[in-house]
């Protein structure tokens, strides 16, 4: 079932903005990449991929002018835009996704230094899916065009990664680092 209704949210996703869409289908397959590196069994692996491609599905509820603008948030239109991970929240749980899944979308906006949001948590106390899916999210949003500018190279994405002191798990980090090259990009944006 969770296959089923995962599709489902992710074509509804879709249907309601294209670019958050690929964006989430991205950063499933970066996920994927340090998830495979890891180790992880294959029910992880399947719960990471889930949580991963549904981490903005929460977005499905935020007006266009905070999906679209082409400036700077205000502070307010930025306090909206973090509730997309709420509204993820309570969307899954009450389709009866499992903790793990629901963990990895809420959290995946946390910071390891505990300076993200929703709960200022820090460290290894983040749950392992949000640290994946927070290093995959990034790459993909910096080497994706967005309404207010225009893509990063791979390797100004790579240097703004490496640069975000205390932003990610540097383990995790460095795994992800080790695959990133200009072909393995152009394969997940081509896919």
């Known amino acids: 079932m969770t296959f089923d209704v995962t599709h489902s949210l992710f074509y509804m996703l879709l249907a309601r903005d294209r670019a958050t869409a690929i964006h989430s289908r991205n950063v499933a397959k970066y996920a994927m990449t340090i998830g495979v590196a890891l180790g992880l069994n294959s029910e992880d692996m399947k719960e990471l991929y889930i949580a991963a491609l549904l981490h903005d599905c929460g977005k499905v509820a935020l007006p266009d ?3 679209k603008t082409s400036r700077s948030y205000t502070r307010w239109e930025r306090q909206m835009m973090q509730q997309h991970v709420v509204i993820a929240k309570k969307l899954l749980v009450n389709l009866g ?10 959290y995946h906006h946390e910071r390891y230094d505990g300076m993200g949001y929703v709960e200022g948590l820090r460290g290894e106390s983040i749950p392992l899916f949000a640290r994946i899916i927070a290093i995959a999210d990034v790459f993909d949003a910096l080497t994706s065009k967005r309404p207010y500018r225009d893509p990063l190279s791979i390797q100004q994405a790579i240097d703004v990664l490496k640069e975000s002191k205390g932003q990610f798990d540097e383990k995790l980090l460095d795994i992800f680092l080790r695959y990133i090259n200009k072909s393995y990009v152009d394969t997940v944006k081509n896919i």
Not at 97 to 106: Q, V
């Open 65 to 67: 002018k905070l999906l």
């Open 97 to 106: 996704f499992p903790k793990k899944i629901i963990d990895g979308i809420y």
